[in-house]
């Protein structure tokens, strides 16, 4: 679905500058097409300009001059709140949209009867197994043959905070989560999904311990194995056939490549490279760590 900047004039008090169309909110990050971004510094004109994901930009007037003409421009006293006020109208509508969809649950996965699964908009695939007291929220997606243990909680919202009305709130999500085929999650996990749209995504045969916080937008390769009590920040991309130790942090909008190792504890800063091992707090290349303790031991 398509919406207008001139659409939301009126009830958020934009002045729109230049009309134009966007599909979904988000930020410059945001993997998604025609996304409608805030600007309130001119640091990221540059960025903005050239970024062609981007269609539609709520700034301040003194830099919405600087913006290329292919981009719909409005203008506000604080551009972060009117964004997540426009975001707020979305994921309302979002919410009325997943009522109309009707659950597709295969006759053949086998559901405990204390699990709560939403009305609407939740999908299960062929030969699933959800365990006791598991929640599934709407625009949740389980393929075949996943098996979700006791108490995990899927489609929660991220903890992504902004000012809507006047208040701080939680943002609602627009998008959704999926996990994909043979994956197997144990007790009390929590996955939250995405917030501008799309999904936070499992690949195939990702294997996770008990306790782990996935958030929102995370994109998950393929047989990536995350142990006990691991916390996945917002935004972060772990390529296939990843290992994630026990009580590990991965700071948000990072990239693990493929094969990477991410050893007990480890505080993770920055991008680790395919097939690279850190450790530490904060986590370095894991043969540098050995050499420091060696250092003070």
Sequence with gaps: MMYRLSSFAEAIGLDVVRDGEFAVTGKLSTPLDLICVPLRSA?????????????????????AEQLEDRLAVATSENPNSAHLEIHALLAEAKAAERQAQSNRIDPSAVIDGSARIADYGVTIGAGARIGANVSLAAGVTIEEGTVLHPGCALGVPGFNTGMVSGRLRIVQPLGGVRIGEHCELLANCT????????ETTFGPEVMVDNLVYVA??????????????????????????????????????????????????????QDVAEGASVSGNFAIPHDRFLNHLRTIR
């Design 191 to 198: 996955i939250a999904s995405a917030i501008f749209g799309g």
């Design 43 to 63: 640091a990221y004109v540059e960025e903005v300009n050239d970024n062609r994901r981007v269609a539609a930009v709520i700034t301040t007037p003194e830099i």
């Design 216 to 269: 929102h937008d995370v994109q998950i390769g393929r047989r990536v194995q995350i142990c006990a009590l691991v916390s996945i920040l917002g935004r972060t991309i772990i390529g296939d056939d990843a290992y994630i130790g026990p009580s590990a942090v991965v700071k948000n909008g990072l990239t693990l490549g493929a094969r990477a190792r991410i050893n007990i504890g480890a505080v993770v800063t």
